[in-house]
């Protein structure tokens, strides 16, 4: 059973809609992260949030907007989408950032939310 | 050069077979190195750290050469169960607060 959780695990929206994907750690990590995974692609960063300050926004467009409310919930604000933006989009947490002078440990992730843009 | 670069796959092996994946990173100040599973439809989990000295764990074995940058992870007698995509992890201080950099990750396949 993971330790992250993600909802929904699957979400189709039009180019015009409205939604958010969300993310809640039970693991007490500092550290959450938002992936992208397409298909023949590696992983692809997004945001990094430490102790629920945005650490890292990795040049991802305006129509995601994070929100970190509190160390355990992360969400992604998805808005006017494009067909191009479909793919998986993985949680992860861990504990450890840069600011604490050590590495991120291990990575846990959920098992992601599926999206398609009609 | 990609930052890290592994051996494209799809490798479709018998059960039992021995098989080798490499992987290559161009960060020469990059400090650690993970292999990460993922299965069809899930998402990634950590299999192994890789240690300077090399390291095994039951059938898995992970080296690592920093002379010529680059990463293996060996699986020996291969179960139908490890048929799933590897996934190379470089992490890099240095790199700001995102020094973890995957690769592509290489398909494997065991038949039976």
């Known amino acids: 059973e993971t330790g992250v959780t993600q909802t929904p695990r699957h979400l189709v929206m039009g180019m015009t809609n409205k939604k958010s994907l969300k993310c809640e750690q039970h693991?007490?990590?500092?550290?959450m992260y938002w992936y992208k995974q397409s298909a023949k692609k590696p992983l692809e960063l997004m945001f990094v949030y430490s102790l629920e300050e945005r650490v890292e926004n990795n040049s991802v467009p305006s129509r995601f907007s994070p929100e970190c409310p509190n160390s355990s919930h992360l969400f992604l604000h998805l808005h006017t989408l494009q067909p191009e933006d479909s793919a998986l989009y993985l949680c992860?947490?861990?504990?450890?950032?840069?600011?604490?002078?050590?590495?991120?440990?291990?990575?846990?992730f959920g098992e992601g939310s599926r999206l398609t843009v009609l | 050069r990609k930052e890290v670069e592994q051996d494209p796959g799809p490798f479709n092996v018998p059960e039992g077979a021995t098989v080798a994946f490499n992987c290559t990173y161009s960060?020469?100040?990059?400090?650690?190195f993970f292999w990460y599973r993922q299965d069809c439809r899930k998402e990634p989990k950590l299999l192994m750290s890789?240690?300077?000295s090399g390291n095994e764990d039951g059938r898995f074995t992970a080296q690592l050469n920093r002379a010529s940058q680059y990463i293996s992870l060996l699986i020996r007698d291969s179960k139908l169960s490890d048929s799933a995509t590897y996934l190379c992890v470089v992490n890099t201080l240095g790199r700001g607060n995102t020094p973890l950099v995957f690769g592509k990750g290489t398909r494997l396949s065991v038949i039976a």
């Open positions: 960060n020469s100040a990059s400090q650690s």
């Open positions: 890789v240690y300077s």
């Open positions: 992860a947490s861990s504990q450890g950032i840069r600011t604490s002078g050590r590495p991120p440990g291990e990575l846990f």
């Open positions: 693991l007490g990590h500092n550290a």
